[in-house]
């Protein structure tokens, strides 16, 4: 192999962090597409599908971060081919008209192998909340 070491490093190290600068209110929509690439090193991350493919084989850590819009119920699932691996829900439901909204959470560690694809799928509800700080997010990266 006639690599110097940086590129042999570079070709192993993939993380990408990336949100969504407007909410909706409502949206029915299936995959979570998150325009804005806040961090990216190496490939895997398409900004306009939403969708990471893995450039080579390991082990990956994904997190999401959703807050519901006012008012509403959001379940977002982090996806493996097609497979639901952990759900994020944020949901508020205090039955007054305090304008509140709650933010979930979640994270997995995934073994890939390459072309692998992990996206954020709407499991249920209908509306979430983000802005210019990119409140609403999807990270991943290669642990090793």
Request: net charge positive.
């Amino acid at each position: 192999m006639n690599m110097s070491k940086s590129n042999c490093e570079n070709s192993r190290n993939h993380a990408f962090s990336a949100g969504i600068s407007l909410g909706k209110s409502v949206w029915t929509g299936g995959t979570l597409v998150f325009p804005v690439v806040i961090y990216s090193e190496g490939t895997g991350y398409n900004p306009s599908t939403g969708i990471f493919t893995a450039p080579t084989a390991g082990t990956y850590v994904f997190y999401v971060s959703v807050q519901s819009a006012h008012q509403k119920l959001i379940y977002l699932d982090i996806v493996l081919n097609g497979s639901a691996k952990v759900r994020a829900m944020a949901w508020y439901n205090s039955g007054s008209s305090v304008n509140m909204i709650q933010t979930g959470t979640n994270l997995v560690i995934l073994h890939l192998q390459t072309g692998d694809k992990v996206w954020v799928r709407r499991g249920g509800g209908d509306g979430y909340y983000s802005d210019g700080y990119h409140i609403t997010t999807f990270s991943g990266f290669k642990l090793f």
